[in-house]
């Protein structure tokens, strides 16, 4: 602590001090939490927080206890964002509309180039020169995607849809935003509300499914927690999904009345119990109950392959069609995965 500096406050402004000091902090400890800046940035920002903590008295107890509500980014926000409305814009010369429109094309061929950190420099100097231009905004969403720096990439589609509220490539791209953040409702909101705007969009039509096919898999019966029969045929969902398919379920009930198959089955119940009697004479496991106390789990799940392999031997058509079809109303996951980007990374 400055102890010079201190005989000239008083332990209020001292602690008014250690409060603003200890929201900032905070500011910086989430930003290394959430990753939004890199390895060596983030080595620099924990530099700067122990900087501030020894300078200010401030602790991890002390620090906690001075948890200000709302957030200081939170508050810099609305703070800025009423001077914004309140003020009147300022003029832009043609001059200066002119080097934004030239450093927003120079933004444009980093991001065909690939680098993407050069690019969002140059969109930040187009917007310094010209705030008013949604078109800086939306293009600096998408390299901020780029960079997977999602929240930062909402923000600035928020900020474009503010100035012009039609514009269809913001919601696109805070779609995709949203859909990296796992939030798969709100991005199929944005990509709805983009769809609206253009409706003959093929790569919003295309997000939007792959949005619902994602909450699909959170909410459908099973949700992949359960693995075992499927595993063992590959591409298939899990148990939870089969045994909701009315198809299987016939398949099933045939195979179970052949008496092949029921030999076949009998000869895996006998693998998955063997060992379970002991070898002692006078000791027993207990008859069934001891059997199946004794289950082997790697012979049950060697039984389930067997059993899911005479299935696609029997039945491939069946099989191939569950492949397909691994919940009702479904996009082909290993083509449409993740949310096309190939038209919304086109900057304007």
Not at 276 to 294: H, I, L, M, R
Request: with cysteine.
């Amino acid at each position: 602590m400055n102890t010079n500096s201190q005989s000239t406050e008083t332990t209020e402004d001292f602690v008014n001090k250690q409060r603003l000091v200890a929201a900032i902090v905070k500011f910086l400890a989430e930003e290394i939490h959430n990753k939004q800046r890199n390895e060596e940035q983030s080595e620099s920002l924990e530099v700067a927080i122990d900087c501030l903590q020894n300078v200010y008295d401030l602790t991890t107890e002390n620090r906690e206890s001075m948890n200000v509500e709302p957030s200081l980014l939170q508050a810099f926000e609305s703070v800025v964002g009423h001077l914004e409305e309140d003020l009147p814009k300022r003029d832009i010369t043609d001059e200066d509309k002119a080097k934004a429109e030239a450093k927003k094309n120079e933004g444009n061929a980093d991001m065909r180039d690939n680098d993407y950190e050069a690019a969002l420099c140059k969109y930040n100097e187009a917007i310094t020169l010209d705030p008013y231009n949604h078109v800086y905004y939306s293009n600096r969403a998408a390299s901020y995607g780029k960079l997977n720096r999602h929240h930062d990439a909402i923000k600035d589609c928020e900020k474009a849809l503010r100035l012009e509220p039609t514009y269809s490539k913001a919601y696109g791209r805070m779609g995709i935003a949203y859909s990296a953040l796992e939030q798969h409702a709100a991005a199929s909101d944005l990509y709805r509300r983009a769809l609206e705007l253009d409706p003959e969009n093929v790569t919003y039509t295309n997000n939007l499914a792959i949005s619902e096919q994602k909450l699909q898999e959170v909410n459908f019966s099973g949700g992949g927690e359960n693995r075992g029969l499927g595993e063992g045929i590959a591409g298939l969902p899990g148990v939870g999904d089969l045994l909701n398919n009315p198809g299987l379920v016939e398949m099933a009930g045939r195979m179970m009345s052949d008496p092949s198959m029921q030999q076949m089955f009998g000869n895996m119940m006998r693998s998955m119990t063997e060992g379970a009697a002991t070898t002692g004479e006078g000791e027993s496991a207990g008859g069934a109950a001891g059997a199946a106390g004794g289950m082997n789990p790697a012979a049950l799940f060697e039984a389930g392959r067997m059993f899911a392999e005479q299935m696609e031997r029997s039945n491939p058509d069946l099989i191939a069609q569950l492949r397909s079809q691994t919940a009702p109303g479904s996009v082909d996951p290993d083509k449409n995965s993740t949310p096309d980007e190939s038209k919304n990374s086109e900057t304007d």
